[in-house]
Antibody, heavy 118, light 106 residues
Framework: EVQLVQSGAEVKKPGESLRISCKGS????????ISWVRQMPGKGLEWMGR????????NYSPSFQGHVTISADKSISTAYLQWSSLKASDTAMYYC???????????WGQGTLVTVSS | EIVMTQSPATLSVSPGERATLSCRAS??????LAWYQQKPGQAPRLLIY???TRATGIPARFSGSGSGTEFTLTISSLQSEDFAVYYC????????FGQGTKLEIK
């Protein structure tokens, strides 16, 4: 079974750094891009960026470029999303998703809730 | 950026009835359109890709149609488990999502 399992919920203070993870299993991790998607409380879905785990090449949405960093460690089939200095406005649920060869998202990870509050 | 607009924002339908959800793209996305279902507290789940192809395991009561800028998701006979939020997504030019349609029980 193809699965993406994300790390657990985080509570952080403004200015702190954070890295969340997404571990793939049941398939060749380096054969499919991974995307990250943000969902702010009560809101819709926003594509943040993607990574090719085979060489760590990335693309970012202009809305998120410079605010987050996407990386991957293919040796442990894990992709990451990280912030160097969190803001309250980063409070959201974050999902990873595998990009199909046709470019739709399937499957999705279960989500990681990030709460940033002083 | 391609803007995706879904209508209506909320749709109230009785179980057993048909639901029709719409999605419009600000420019042509060909057939590069997917639909996702999201239930409270859960991740989105792929329903339809290529505008009209059901994903693995998706019941036949779900169908998608359209191309270019106008798309429709139809659920032929609503079951209790179908009440959720539905998102369309274009993947013709990067990725953007509609704002969602909440399908609620009438």
């Amino acid at each position: 079974e193809v699965q993406l399992v994300q790390s657990g919920a985080e509570v952080k203070k403004p200015g702190e750094s954070l890295r969340i993870s997404c571990k793939g299993s049941g398939y060749s991790f380096t054969s499919y891009w991974i995307s990250w998607v943000r969902q702010m409380p009560g809101k819709g879905l926003e594509w943040m960026g993607r990574i090719d785990p085979s060489d760590s090449y990335t693309n970012y949405s202009p809305s998120f470029q410079g605010h987050v960093t996407i990386s991957a460690d293919k040796s442990i089939s894990t992709a990451y999303l990280q912030w160097s200095s969190l803001k309250a406005s980063d409070t959201a649920m974050y999902y990873c998703a595998r990009l199909s060869p046709g470019d739709w998202f399937d499957p999705w990870g279960q989500g990681t809730l990030v709460t940033v509050s002083s | 950026e391609i803007v995706m607009t879904q209508s209506p924002a909320t749709l109230s339908v009785s179980p057993g009835e048909r639901a029709t959800l719409s999605c419009r793209a600000s420019q042509s996305v060909s057939s590069n359109l997917a639909w996702y279902q999201q239930k409270p507290g859960q991740a989105p789940r792929l329903l339809i890709y290529g505008a009209s192809t059901r994903a693995t395991g998706i019941p036949a009561r779900f169908s998608g149609s359209g191309s270019g800028t106008e798309f429709t998701l139809t659920i032929s006979s609503l079951q209790s488990e179908d009440f959720a939020v539905y998102y369309c997504q274009q993947y013709n030019n990067w990725w953007t999502f509609g704002q969602g349609t909440k399908l609620e029980i009438k």
